[in-house]
């Protein structure tokens, strides 16, 4: 399978450390936060102590390894972000595609709100879905976290491998 590809699955696996990560430290931490997973590890951006990543991102992937799978989904992710976009724009666009007038397009605009506002409905439980089975992969394999850097205030860089 495509997702199962080493550059691809390396992404999805550290997108669910990631996540699970942002979890943990989202525990002690309530301010903003963020990452960015690519096939080497992930960034994270928020106000965190590089001894308090290093120990949220171990605990992340302990307890990926022992089946808490769940940590890996994050309402906060940009997968749910891109469906909702994607699917409320989408189908907002039904209903106007056909219409040549001005007029008509106008009077359209409450279906394609309708429209729209189905999409968003849509995209919640769909990019819950997308993250589970296409952006992220709960199980670890023999990943490992070989550092941490602090790039800059607000931002560290997770090694993995």
């Keep these: ?3 199962d590809l080493p ?3 390396e ?3 550290n997108h669910a450390l990631e996540h699970a990560t942002l979890h943990i430290l989202s525990r002690t931490h309530k301010g903003r936060m963020a990452g960015h997973s690519n096939p080497t590890g992930f960034f994270l951006l928020g ?3 590089t001894p308090e990543v290093w120990s ?3 605990e992340a992937l302990e307890r990926l390894r022992g089946g808490e ?3 890996a989904i994050h309402a906060g992710c940009g997968t749910n972000l891109a469906t909702t976009l994607l699917l409320a724009a989408t189908l907002a666009w039904f209903p106007l595609r056909g219409s040549k007038s001005t007029l008509t397009k106008i009077l359209l605009v409450p279906f394609a709100v309708a429209f729209a506002v189905v999409g968003v409905l849509l995209s919640r439980p769909l990019g819950t ?3 589970e089975n296409v952006t992220t992969e709960a199980f670890m394999g023999h990943m490992q976290i070989v550092d941490i850097i602090p790039v800059r ?4 860089r997770v090694i993995t491998q």
Aim: proline share 0%.
């Design 11 to 13: 992404t999805r696996r």
């Design 153 to 156: 205030k607000g931002v560290h």
């Design 129 to 131: 879905w997308l993250q």
């Design 69 to 71: 799978s769940g940590l």
């Design 47 to 49: 106000d965190f102590s």
């Design 56 to 58: 949220a991102a171990t």
């Design 1 to 3: 399978m495509i997702l």
């Design 7 to 9: 550059f691809l699955l």
